[in-house]
């Protein structure tokens, strides 16, 4: 798989084998606690989901990066925007999920489990 000029390969047993996502359509964090701003259009970061993550192995990474109550995935009932990152971000956009300021860890959002970094806080 090829991105930014780069070529690289999923994790085996990471997820089920779907693609990283390079989004710059959602704010990570919340008003009261952001990673970067929560401004509509100016607050979007690039960030990269990993979908389908193994619920295990987001259990750990958040236990490890202190995201959340330990032994549970922090739901976002608000749904997060997928659309691939173009060079331009998208005006406005939903939140990730309210990660107690952290740029990186585990939500689930729909039913399925992500991991998320955040390459660019904005």
Do not use: K
């Not at 490890?64 to 173009?86: E, H, K, R, S, Y």
Request: aromatic letters at 10%; charged letters at 15%.
């Amino acid at each position: 798989r090829e991105g930014a000029g780069l070529s690289y390969e999923p994790f085996s047993n990471a997820n089920d084998g779907s693609d990283w996502i390079f989004t710059g359509a959602n704010n990570v964090g919340s008003t009261s606690d952001p990673v970067g701003t929560t401004a509509a259009g100016s607050g979007n970061d690039l960030v990269m989901l990993l979908p389908n993550a193994s619920q295990s192995l987001c259990l750990q990474i958040n236990r490890d990066l202190n995201v959340g109550t330990a032994g549970t995935l922090p739901t976002d009932a608000d749904g997060i925007d997928t659309t691939a990152f173009t060079g331009s971000y998208a005006i406005g956009g939903p939140n990730i999920i309210n990660v107690d300021g952290e740029n990186a860890g585990c939500f689930e959002t729909g039913g399925t489990t992500y991991f998320y970094y955040t390459v660019l806080t904005r």
